[in-house]
């Protein structure tokens, strides 16, 4: 099966800068995203649980609740299972750069690209509550010091 995705030919989803600089904002977030999603995978971070990545950033209480709540509510509403890789991979996810992008633009306040990219992932009914976690979890990112860059990702595609 090759899945092709709507967004595959997409430039702002191409990125030239490595995930794997270790002290880069974006790789935080997404240790946190592929820990929460795989914390079985113990080739990655030292066997870091996904609450002490976003403790060791600076995120207070309230703010790991909203990744928390953000995550479960993904894993409910995507229409297909989340394109995310192993904790040990190099590579980004399309779900993953979506992800990264998106709190980068609120972070920015560009809340109707986030909206947009949003609307082309996730079913309609589900973007408001998404869009809202998203923003409280960008906020917390802020708010720790940890600001993400709005960037075009270079994403690999299930097949």
Not at 40 to 56: F, K, N, P, V, Y
Not at 93 to 100: H, R, T
Request: glycine fraction near 6%; charged fraction near 25%; aromatic fraction near 6%.
């Amino acid at each position: 099966m090759n899945f092709r995705s709507q967004h595959a030919g997409r430039p702002e989803l191409i990125d030239d800068h490595p995930t794997d600089s270790a002290d880069a904002p974006e790789r935080t977030v997404l240790s946190a995203v592929r820990t929460w999603l795989r914390p079985a995978c113990e080739t990655a971070s030292g066997g870091m649980q996904w609450r002490d990545i976003l403790g060791c950033v600076g995120l207070r209480q309230d703010g790991i609740e909203h990744f928390d709540l953000l995550m479960r509510s993904l894993m409910h509403v995507s229409y297909r299972p989340l394109d995310m890789r192993c904790r040990c991979a190099t590579e980004l996810g399309k779900d993953e750069a979506v992800i990264l992008q998106t709190i980068a633009l609120l972070q920015k306040t560009h809340s109707g690209a986030a909206l947009r990219l949003l609307n082309e992932w996730l079913p309609a009914p589900a973007v408001s509550g998404v869009l809202k976690l998203l923003r409280w979890f960008a906020i917390d990112l802020l708010d720790a010091g940890v600001e993400l860059d709005v960037q075009a990702r270079r994403v690999t595609y299930m097949h």
